[in-house]
């Protein structure tokens, strides 16, 4: 079996998937401590979500023949994946326009990566995850105001 390379699209998306896991995670933490339940529970939710397109993509990996290393470089043993892109401001605005800088960053990378593939089954993935995403960013929106 082979590793997942750097070109390949749903490595790449994964890399994404990870840091918004974790940057909604620790989100969640914040609004948290701040006594905002509803937008903590909502951060969790969203963290959900991207977790199991985290597994689809993963999954997606290993149908095209790849291993699902997190690596920037596989399969290189260096340069793993580094939680340097999380964003861990703390003041509510900031977290929710990071958010929103986030979710339209990961749009438009699936969204081209779905429109240069040849792979159906990895551009109807891709575009299906894009869904998801602009749900998202309108839900950051509202939180915002």
């Known amino acids: 079996m082979q590793v997942a ?20 995670t620790y989100q969640k933490h914040v609004f948290e401590q701040l006594g905002d339940d509803e937008t903590a529970r909502i951060l969790e939710h969203i963290s959900v979500v991207e977790m199991k397109h985290f597994d689809y993509l993963g999954e997606m990996i290993l149908k095209l023949g790849a291993l699902p290393i997190y690596s920037v470089l596989p399969p290189y043993p260096s340069r793993f994946y580094s939680a340097r892109s999380v964003s861990y401001v703390a003041s509510p605005e ?5 958010d929103i800088a986030a979710e339209q960053e990961a749009i438009a990378s699936y969204t081209t990566i779905a429109r240069q593939t040849k792979n159906e089954i990895v551009k109807n993935g891709l575009l299906r995850i894009v869904e998801d995403e602009k749900l ?8 915002l105001r």
């Open 5 to 24: 390379t750097a070109n390949s699209p749903p490595f790449w998306c994964r890399l994404l998937k990870i840091s918004a896991v974790l940057q909604y």
């Open 94 to 98: 900031r977290m929710i326009l990071a």
């Open 136 to 143: 998202h960013l309108k839900i950051f929106g509202t939180l």
